[in-house]
């Protein structure tokens, strides 16, 4: 089948990563949140947003532990894996190994407060049968984030009011330039199943090194990403900062 008579995904799946491992929140994936660890809110949250069957790729068996007790699915994987990406493709050749799943997004495991509408959002541009892989952006409206390093800046071919576009690159740097609005690229991906596996074996490229950003690899390899607009940034739990502020948000959500 050609790239150009590919269906839309049918079977998807949904692989949240997590690990104990943290260098300013260790153990965060069991961070208490309400009564429940934080992986289990994501999990709920991934579950509503109705795609698919939800699955945790866990590196240490007391998140298993956690998720199981919650009445989730987990699976146990290899701690050594360098991107949640190589996580959750051992954890779909475990679960899956006969490929039903044709597609899997990618939620990561310090989203608590993610709305489900959010991860519906990512996986719908792979509807269009050119998109590998999609994700998501949120247009800057802080000034000091349009220079700030640490907010990845997706480069879109977007026509103006679109809600989805075609990524040409991204970058830490200020781009692009001229006038118009400069998009926040959030980390929150959906994989044609055929496209995860080719990314994971590719070696790493000489722009994703030098930007430290693995989203390239694919950019260099000549796979297509393509970006959906939504309105926020989720607050991904880094801190204990980050944690006060999620705790505050899901008891706000919970509330009558």
Request: contains cysteine.
């Amino acid at each position: 089948m050609t790239e150009a008579t590919l269906p839309p995904p049918s079977n998807p799946i949904v692989v949240i990563p997590a690990r104990m491992a943290s260098t300013r929140l260790p153990g965060k994936p069991l961070a208490d949140i309400l009564g429940a660890p934080m992986i289990v809110h994501v999990m709920r949250r991934a579950l509503e947003a109705n795609i698919g069957p939800v699955v945790v790729a866990c590196a240490e068996p007391e998140i298993a532990r956690a998720v199981e007790a919650a009445g989730g699915t987990a699976v146990l994987t290899r701690p050594e894996h360098p991107s949640g990406s190589d996580r959750i493709f051992e954890a779909l050749r475990l679960i899956d190994p006969q490929g039903r799943h044709d597609a899997v997004v990618n939620v990561q495991g310090d989203l608590p407060t993610v709305e489900p509408e959010t991860v519906r959002a990512a996986f719908a541009p792979l509807a269009n049968p050119a998109v590998d892989i999609a994700t998501l952006v949120v247009p800057i409206a802080r000034e000091e984030e349009r220079t700030d390093p640490n907010v990845v800046k997706a480069v879109l071919e977007l026509a103006p009011g679109a809600a989805r576009g075609r990524a040409l690159y991204f970058t830490r740097a200020t781009a692009p330039w001229g006038d118009g609005p400069l998009f926040h690229h959030i980390g929150l991906y959906a994989y044609r199943r055929a496209a995860l596996e080719r990314f994971v074996a590719l070696p790493p490229a000489a722009l994703e090194q030098r930007e430290k950003l693995e989203q390239l690899r694919a950019l260099a390899n000549g796979m297509r990403i393509d970006a959906a607009v939504v309105d926020a940034v989720p607050l991904g739990v880094d801190t204990p900062a980050d944690l006060e502020r999620a705790r505050a948000l899901l008891s706000g959500r919970s509330s009558p």
